[in-house]
């Protein structure tokens, strides 16, 4: 497994390979990182090339096939479970306050102990990791399930068991991340994230509809109860994989300072750091949609609930061809990043001021899509990109910054929105993430020393960045990152 620098999905700089003192090393970066050695992989067959990878190739894998299936009927049962909680906590109190409050607990958990949930990954095997957090997930959703159906359901429970969830989400959200690359290796990583991606909106299609059927003609205690059900799947799929065909990873060591090692590793890897603090910045002022699309839907064109709906929809679609775009794509290149980061942030713009509903409505594919890429490629550069034994901090990092930026770019934006109004709102969070693209790709241009070129072929414009002084014996143009 190819680990660290030389992973064809960083765009580290021309130094990084060759010199034990550059920045970027992680042999200096941290003290455990001495004594982690590069994942050993098993003697499978031999991997195919990743730019010839068909869409679905990582399925062929059994180990990942029987998780992904899991996760089919895992993430139905999830989003059936937002659904029912916000309608539970808005019955049992009629206040929209008292849902955020929900929302916030299951955020914060997170926000307060993503870091530290990324240390125990980097130290515990990640499948029985797993089955512990899947099965701590599934008794929640019971026992909220039983109040429920027993009429004994009061706020404060609904309070704690989301609490409860974010509690296992801190561990489970960095395991199952890293875990992928344990299951398919390096070559079908892209694939593999992707395709996970994929499932997770195919549930935004599905779950939310079931959920709205469910809670009509049975109640929300019904719907928390198949959530708790729905973990049978995954959990079985873990117990069902073949522990030989795995990619071994050796574990970090039990040691004091791990946490500060982990943020020190980071902050020595330009890669990393700027593809978070890009993440970052579109996640806190560009992914503010409930805040947006209400909005629109209510004071811009007086359409109603129907058309949020609408709008979340063909968010939705947009968002799964994106990730089954990015299944077909073999590599992570960062450019590809930072041109739908750029894409996002002009096409909120557009959305902006867009006058009429069905033209509103219709950009939202294309924002799905965009969103969706930057999300892929910007998960898998960071794993290809991370030694192993770092993976499970580095992760954890990542999807702190990822989900916690709402909880804080929420309020921001809200504020914009009544001070302003909802055009100037999505205009400002779509220039943040375009200004955000621009400067990091320029920042990761310095840092590999390349320049922008501008080219014709075949009749079209092509952009490049190459180097300002190219090496000898090697090609005069290069992508931002190698390609594979």
């Known amino acids: 497994m190819s680990t660290g620098p030389g992973a064809d999905s960083a765009p580290a700089p ?61 993430n139905i049962g999830t989003w059936m479970q937002r659904i029912a909680q916000d309608w539970l906590v808005l019955s049992l109190t009629g206040s929209a306050t008292a849902v955020g409050v929900t929302t916030a607990l299951q955020f914060l958990p997170m926000l307060l102990f993503g870091l530290y949930g990324g240390v125990l ?14 099965l701590s997930m599934a008794l929640t959703g019971i026992a909220l399930a039983a109040l429920t159906l027993s009429g004994h359901v009061e706020i404060w429970h609904v309070y704690v068991a989301a609490f409860a969830v974010g509690l296992a989400t801190v561990v489970d959200n960095p395991a199952r991340q890293s875990f992928v690359s344990e299951m398919v290796g390096p070559d079908q990583l892209q694939n593999a994230v992707s395709l996970n991606s994929a499932n997770f909106q195919s549930a935004r299609l599905v779950g939310p509809a079931v ?26 799929g873990l117990l069902l994989m073949r522990a030989r065909e795995l990619y071994v990873v050796e574990r970090a060591p039990r040691g004091k300072g791990q946490l500060r090692e982990g943020l020190h590793y980071v902050a020595g890897r330009p890669d990393l750091i700027w593809t978070i603090v890009l993440v970052g910045f579109i996640g806190t002022f560009g992914f503010n949609f409930p805040v947006y699309l209400s909005a629109f839907a209510d004071d811009v064109f007086h359409a109603g609930a129907g058309s949020y709906s609408l709008f979340n929809t063909l ?5 799964l061809a994106g990730a089954l775009l990015a299944a077909r794509r073999g590599t992570a290149r960062m450019r590809v990043m930072i041109a739908a980061a750029a894409a996002f942030g002009a096409v909120e713009i557009v959305a902006a001021s867009a006058p009429s509903l069905w033209l509103f409505a219709l950009l939202m594919v294309p924002i799905g899509m965009f969103g969706m890429t930057i999300n ?26 990822f989900l916690g930026g709402s909880p804080v770019g929420a309020p921001i934006a809200g504020w914009i929105t009544d001070a302003y109004g909802v055009r100037a709102g999505l205009a400002v969070g779509g220039a943040i993430a375009a200004g955000a693209a621009l400067t990091v790709g320029l920042v990761l241009a310095r840092v590999g020393d390349l320049r922008l070129s501008f080219a ?13 002084k190219p090496r000898e014996n090697e090609p005069g143009e290069h992508e931002l990152a190698p390609a594979a």
């Open 14 to 74: 021309a130094t990084h390979d060759t010199s034990p003192d550059s920045p970027g090393d992680p042999g200096k970066s941290s003290k455990s990182s001495k004594s982690p050695k590069p994942a050993k992989s098993p003697k499978l067959s031999k991997p195919s090339n990743p730019s010839k990878s068909s869409m679905f190739s990582s399925l062929k894998v059994r180990n990942y096939r029987l998780f992904f299936l899991g996760q089919v009927v895992s």
């Open 315 to 319: 968010m939705a679609v947009g968002s």
């Open 211 to 236: 959920a709205g059927l469910m809670i009509t003609g049975v109640g929300t205690g019904w719907a928390f109860l198949f959530n708790g059900l729905s973990f049978v799947a995954p959990i079985a």
């Open 121 to 134: 990954v980097d130290r515990l095997p990640k499948r029985p990791t797993l089955l512990v957090t899947q």
């Open 376 to 401: 892929v490629t910007a998960n898998t550069s960071i794993q290809m990109g991370t030694d192993p034994a770092m993976r499970g901090r580095v992760m954890a990092l990542y999807m702190m910054v």
């Open 456 to 468: 014709w072929s075949h009749g079209h414009p092509r952009v490049r960045f190459i180097p300002r």
